[in-house]
């Protein structure tokens, strides 16, 4: 996968509902974002999934200071934790990350404003066609347009993680998620889906609670 097509910076597209031109499910990004530098550092064998913790392997070949860079970092620099531990560290922290990144790649428009005491960023893409075609394939993955052997590997990835954190973008009901269909999806990079999709469902229901 070209650095350019990283699974982070496809994750934070996916994120745009168009219609509303704008950034959905904020609560669940920074997860999701984190969950996808794991997938990818997990694909290109920088991690192992060791007794359903993570071990650091060899340092990636990545650009110094983007989110799997961090990410590996810290795991290498930490004894083995669990999965769903590195999925939430920083979880707040990964969407800036991403989001100066893409900027700087002018994929997206990023605006400041100040409203009485809050400061307020309004998040937009640059080529909706991106955010768009990301969201016709993922989507379509997820709901069985073709057999998973035939999916391309970042697509399979962002499908199952998509699911994992509920993306609204591509993931409309329960009925389109077929139990079988995520499963296959999920197979390559299970421990990282199963630690977001219980991380997501953890802060909602905190969040519910008030």
Do not use: C
């Amino acid at each position: 996968m070209k650095q350019s097509e990283s699974l982070t910076r496809s994750a934070f597209l996916l994120a745009f509902d168009l219609r509303k031109d704008r950034l959905t499910e904020r609560g669940a990004l920074g997860y999701l974002l984190r969950a996808a530098a794991l997938a990818e550092l997990l694909l290109a064998g920088n991690l192992a999934d060791e007794s359903g913790k993570a071990r650091a392997l060899t340092a990636p070949a990545v650009e110094p200071g983007s989110l799997p860079a961090v990410v590996w970092e810290q795991i290498a620099n930490s004894p083995p934790r669990s999965w769903r531990r590195w999925v939430q560290k920083d979880h707040g922290k990964a969407v800036g990350v991403v989001r100066d990144e893409l900027a700087a790649a002018r994929l997206i428009n990023v605006e400041r404003r100040r409203v009485l005491l809050f400061r307020v960023e309004r998040i937009t893409p640059r080529k909706a066609y991106v955010s768009r075609r990301l969201i016709e394939r993922v989507g379509g993955a997820i709901r069985g347009g073709r057999p998973v052997g035939r999916l391309d590997d970042d697509v399979r990835v962002l499908a199952a993680l998509a699911t994992a954190a509920r993306l609204g973008t591509v993931v409309m009901s329960r009925r389109e998620t077929r139990p079988d269909r995520i499963q296959q999806l999920s197979a390559p990079v299970e421990p990282i889906a199963t630690a977001l999709r219980k991380s997501v469902e953890a802060a909602r229901a905190a969040y519910s609670a008030g």
